[in-house]
């Protein structure tokens, strides 16, 4: 059950895409198409903005979207705008109910 | 409209115990896998619990397992988690959550402290 890993933080200006990896195993992202990615702004809850590797809510905009490759999914944010500032985690399910979460990235509008 | 809120939280001495619950309204509850999340103070979230919608199946973080015990009563749309021998690293906001196209629905979290 070790987290999976995500890069610490990254930035783009308003307008640029900006693209967040999440490197599991085998166990988790690699065994699985259930990853999902919450997006977290200071003191309030996780809301998630991808399931299921791509799938969006409804009411996420579409400049969310999520893939995978081997053991790594990945979230990009296209067209970023300055709402988009805030933590992200991915999560996968890694068997049995079981999920393990990513370390998290802060993302920074320039 | 779905909602989910916790209580329960607040400050505990190190090997005390506490009850979390989690009141569900808006949806089938008997429905629903339903997940324990916590985070702690600046740092990341962690998955602590899963229990199956009719409560027989229960799955824990390696870190609280024998110490948590999370359990559901479906007739009053309701989730707990009973927390005993906490330590200060228990220290968090812990959220309950819908397991559900991802994890659909999140409450609003209820905070825990471990400190003498």
């Known amino acids: 059950q070790s987290a999976l890993t995500q890069p610490r933080s990254v930035s783009g200006s308003p307008g640029q895409s900006v693209t967040i990896s999440c490197t599991g195993t085998s166990s988790d992202v690699g065994g699985y198409n259930y990853v999902s990615w919450y997006q977290q702004h200071p003191g309030k809850a996780p809301k998630v903005m991808i399931y299921d590797v791509s799938k969006r809510p409804s009411g996420v905009p579409d400049r969310f979207s999520g893939s995978k490759s081997g053991n790594t999914a990945s979230l990009t944010i296209s067209g970023l705008q300055a709402e988009d500032e805030a933590d992200y985690y991915c999560?996968?399910?890694?068997?049995?109910?079981?999920?393990?979460f990513g370390t998290g990235t802060k993302v920074t509008v320039l | 409209e779905v909602q989910l809120v916790e209580s329960g939280g607040g400050l505990v001495q190190p090997g005390g115990s506490l009850r979390l619950s989690c009141a569900a309204s808006?949806?089938?509850?008997?429905?629903?896998?339903m997940i324990w999340v916590r985070q702690a103070p600046g740092k990341g979230l962690e998955w602590v619990a899963s229990?199956?919608?009719?409560?027989?199946?229960?799955y824990y973080v390696d870190s609280v397992k024998g110490r948590f015990t999370i359990s559901r009563d479906n007739a009053k749309n309701s989730l707990s988690l009973q927390m005993n021998s906490l330590s200060a690293e228990d220290t968090a906001v812990y959220y309950c959550?819908?397991?559900?196209?991802?994890?659909?629905?999140w409450g609003q979290g209820t905070l825990v402290t471990v400190s003498s």
């Open positions: 999560c996968s399910y890694a068997g049995r109910f079981i999920f393990v």
């Open positions: 959550a819908r397991n559900y196209n991802g994890l659909g629905y």
């Open positions: 808006g949806f089938t509850f008997s429905s629903y896998w």
């Open positions: 229990i199956k919608e009719d409560g027989s199946e229960k």
